[in-house]
C-alpha cells in the first residue's frame, strides 16, 4: 500500500512539473515583444491615437504641460492620467484558451479599438482592445505583428479595461471653463444687460493697484475696496461648466443668440488671449418652487455659449459671485 501511494504521489508530481513545463516552453515560444502590452514610460508618450471599425475615431496630443483631443480642445486631466496609467500597468492575466481562441481572433478583427502609442512621434507600439471576457475580469487584446491574443488587466482592479479606450471627443473634452493664477489676469468684464449700471470693467495693473470702470470706461465714485477685488480674482483659479448642451436644437440656438443674455463675462489674461462667457436663462422644464408653483426659468442652471462655440450648461450656485456688479468693489463715500 505504501509504495502504490508513492507511486502515486510521483505521478501526480511529474505530471504537475510536465503541466509547467509545456505552459512555459508554450508562453515562450511567443516572442516577448508581441505579448509586452505595457508603456514603461509615459512621460515620453506624446500622441495616442484610437479608431474603430466604424472609423469612429480620435487624436491625443501632449502639448507642453497638457492633452489636446483632435488639437481643438483641451483634454479631461482625469481622462488621460486613467488611460496612461492603464497603458503603464497593463500585463497579461493569462493566455487564451485553445477552445475560445478561434472566436476570439474573430472578435478582435471584426470589434476593436486600434490604439496607437506614439513616443517622441515616433510609433512606439500598436495594441488591439476588445471585449471583456464572460468573468468580466480582463480585456481581450492582442499587439500588432502577432495573431495570438490575451487576456489582460490590470492587477489589484477588478473589471475590465475596454471602456477606458473611448474614441468620443465629447468624453475627453475638458470641463475646465476657468483655470488662472492670480497674477495672470489683466481684466475682468461683467456684463449685465438688466441692470447696465452694474456692469464694469476690472483691470489689475499689477503691484496691488486696480482700476474699476464701466464697460465703456466711465469711472466709479468712491474708493476701490482691494482685498474685495482680490477675493474675486482668486476665485478664477479654478472653475467648470456642468456639461456640454450638445442636444440642442438649431432652432434653439437661434433662440438663445436672438435673445438677451442674462449676463457676459469677458476674462483677459497678460498674454492677451482671452475667455468669453455669455449665459442665457433656461426654461423650468416643468420645475416647482417651494410652494409648488410652476416655474418659467430654471432656478439651478443656465445655458453658456463659451467662446462663440460651444454651448454648455453652468450652475448659478458656482456663477452667482463670478457675475458680480460694480457695487460690489467699491466703497462709498459716508
Known sequence: MKKNGMLIG????????????VSKRSNSSIKKELRDFAVEDTASVDRIFMVKKDNQQVTLSRVGDHWM?????????DAIDNLLKTLNRIRIKSPVSSSAMDNTVKMLATRNTKVEVYEKNKLLKTIYVGGPTQDQMGTFMMLEGSSVPFVVHIPGFVGYLS?????????WRS????????????GITVINPDEPRSSFHLLSNGNNQYLITSPDGAPFP?????????????QFE???FEFFADNLSNTTIDSLLAAKPYRSLILEDHAGKTRKVVAYKRPGFGKVDAEGNTLIWDDTRLWALIDDKSWVVIQYFVFNTLFAKSINFMIQPK
Not at 163 to 171: A, Q
Open 163 to 171: 471602456t477606458r479606450f473611448f474614441v468620443e471627443e465629447k468624453g
Open 10 to 21: 510521483l505521478i501526480v508530481v511529474l505530471g504537475i512539473v510536465a503541466i509547467f513545463l
Open 175 to 186: 470641463t475646465t471653463l476657468f483655470k488662472y493664477n492670480f497674477n495672470d489676469i489683466k
Open 238 to 240: 479654478k472653475v467648470n
Open 69 to 77: 483631443v483632435n488639437d481643438r480642445f483641451v483634454v479631461r486631466a
Open 222 to 234: 468712491g474708493t476701490i475696496d482691494t482685498i474685495g477685488v482680490r477675493f474675486y480674482i482668486s
